[in-house]
């Protein structure tokens, strides 16, 4: 079992920038692939970006923007975003598969509460 808690979320103007935080507990946590997704208010969930220990992928759409990165001596997941815009407004799941990169959100095994992020125009 994995256990994940998001952290970070909050009001922000656009042109901001936020850092999500997302904590893990469980065994091995190195060998999994962990990932953000988003969720807006009437819309799909969608990827965000994932990482394993050699390789990462971000969504086209938030290249440049949004990094993601891992800390494994912390347990930990990050997720930094920068020059915010209004559409970025959702709650934001971190996720975690034992297999690699996904972009599909029914592929993870695991899901976090959620964090919200709301970018004022």
């Known amino acids: 079992q994995v256990q994940l808690v998001e952290s970070g979320g909050a009001l922000v103007q656009a042109g901001g920038s936020l850092r999500l935080s997302c904590a893990a507990s469980?065994?091995?946590?190195?060998?999994?692939?962990m990932g953000w997704f988003r969720q807006a208010p009437g819309k799909e969930r969608e990827f965000v970006a994932a990482?394993?220990?050699?390789?990462?992928a971000h969504a086209s759409s938030m290249k440049g923007r949004f990094t993601i990165s891992r800390d494994n001596a912390k347990n930990t997941v990050y997720l930094q975003m920068n020059s915010l815009k209004p559409e970025d407004t959702a709650v934001y799941y971190c996720?975690?598969?034992?297999?690699?990169?996904?972009?599909?959100?029914?592929?993870?095994?695991?899901w976090g509460q959620g964090t919200q992020v709301t970018v004022s125009s």
């Open positions: 996720a975690a598969r034992s297999l690699g990169i996904a972009t599909i959100d029914s592929r993870y095994d695991y």
């Open positions: 469980g065994r091995n946590l190195n060998l999994y692939t």
């Open positions: 990482i394993t220990q050699s390789d990462n």
